[in-house]
């Protein structure tokens, strides 16, 4: 039972802040450009600041080891392309095979990472996520490229996915945290409030902007292949990668964000994506929609057996 308490403890803040987001946007106080508005603002500046001023006062000291960074990059790179291979074989129009692909591997965790993480183990869980965000964040942006460019004949330019990456604004500020961490470089204290201060909101605007960014379009006319995507993005994926990774020995912090990596649901910025490229947009706006509501149930079970067996 105290388990239990634990996992609401957990996730009902973070289903309240979704829950509240959804209310604002339904009672009008924010519109559809404002939110769009916020979720730039949020992954241009605040999701930037907040993994600046982490990454700048690690204690790397704990860290994980090479095995936890090489397990995330195979682990993402494998589910891609496995999807990248099975699913042209079940769905024939070239718009909707690269939104399915990218709806199977590409997961919201630069938004629930952070917050989750902290939930449950505090300051301690801030380095395993942090580290894992940046090689997360590249893997996702040059394999989301390749996933809608492949089936719509275009081709992934190497210059412009180059420069996609570097001009990242999640990128930039891990690698100028990094610079900050290894030269030492500190600031006055009034530039530490400023930056703690910012940090502290992120990741409860953050799920407040996600709460209201969802949106049914597309649900109806994509029942089938909606279906398949929560099927295999909040059971199966999750259930095999997680039973590999305990297998392989990882727990506590590091399995947590290994968790939140594999249940979350799909990226809000892979909608924008898939129309900027060519490929379905109502698919791609109904998979966010769907899977974050399955999503709450999937973690919610996940993190209570978790809890239950003593590995997180």
């Known amino acids: 039972m105290q388990e239990l308490y634990i996992t609401m403890g957990i996730m009902l803040p973070l289903l309240a802040m979704l829950g509240l987001g959804w209310l604002i946007r339904r009672v009008g106080w924010l519109t559809a450009e404002t939110t769009s508005g916020m979720n730039k603002l949020i992954f241009k500046l605040f999701l930037p600041v907040l993994l600046f001023n982490n990454i ?3 204690d790397v000291s704990s860290a994980p080891g090479l095995g936890y960074s090489a397990f995330i990059f195979c682990s993402v790179l494998g589910i891609f392309l496995a999807a990248h291979f099975i699913v042209p074989k079940f769905v024939s129009d070239p718009r909707k095979q ?3 692909v990218q709806g199977i591997f590409r997961t919201n965790f630069a938004i629930l990472g952070i917050p989750l993480v902290q ?3 505090g300051d301690a869980g ?3 996520v942090t580290l894992a965000l940046p090689l997360v964040t590249i893997l996702n942006n040059i394999l989301a490229v390749i996933a809608l460019a492949s089936p719509s004949g275009k081709k992934a330019d190497p210059k412009e996915l180059i420069k996609d ?6 990128i930039i ?3 100028l945290g990094g610079v900050c961490l290894l030269c030492g470089i500190k600031f006055p204290a009034f530039i530490d409030k400023v930056f703690k201060d910012v940090s502290g909101i992120t990741s409860p605007l953050s799920l407040l902007v996600l709460g209201a960014s969802l949106r049914w379009q597309g649900v109806k006319d994509n029942r089938k292949l909606l279906t398949w ?3 295999l993005k909040q059971a199966i994926v999750p259930v095999v990668m997680l039973s590999l990774a305990v297998l392989l020995g990882f727990r506590h912090e590091e399995l947590g964000v290994m968790l939140i990596l594999f249940a979350a649901p799909c990226a809000v910025s892979s909608y924008p994506m898939a129309e900027a490229m060519g ?3 109502p698919l791609a706006a109904s998979q966010v929609v769907l899977t974050t509501i399955f999503s709450m149930g999937t973690l919610f079970v996940l993190i209570y057996v978790g809890k239950l067996l003593a590995v997180l």
């Open 165 to 170: 990456i570097v001009t990242n604004p999640l």
């Open 56 to 58: 700048r006062t690690l």
């Open 126 to 128: 801030t380095v395993a």
């Open 98 to 100: 690269g939104v399915m």
């Open 173 to 175: 500020a891990c690698v």
């Open 229 to 231: 995507t929560v099927l």
């Open 279 to 281: 490929g379905d947009g």
């Open 119 to 121: 939930a449950m183990f």
